[in-house]
């Protein structure tokens, strides 16, 4: 019986334990941060198209 606990301790404690630790790696997920990467759409700003009515001027 002595052997049965040693062995059902040490599996079951050694094994499954150490890998639910690792969860914690999913605090990655905070990189979706990265989406606000849109902001780059502003750059339509460089529309100035009305700068083609100069142009006219002359």
Known sequence: M???STS???GS???PAPLPQIQP???IQPAPLI???P???PIPLIEP???IELVEIP
Do not use: C, Y
Request: proline share 14%.
């Open 39 to 41: 902001l780059i759409e």
């Open 49 to 51: 198209t009305p700068l």
């Open 2 to 4: 002595a052997a049965v």
């Open 25 to 27: 790696t999913p605090q």
């Open 13 to 15: 404690i050694t094994g």
């Open 8 to 10: 059902s301790t040490d």
């Open 35 to 37: 989406e606000p990467i």
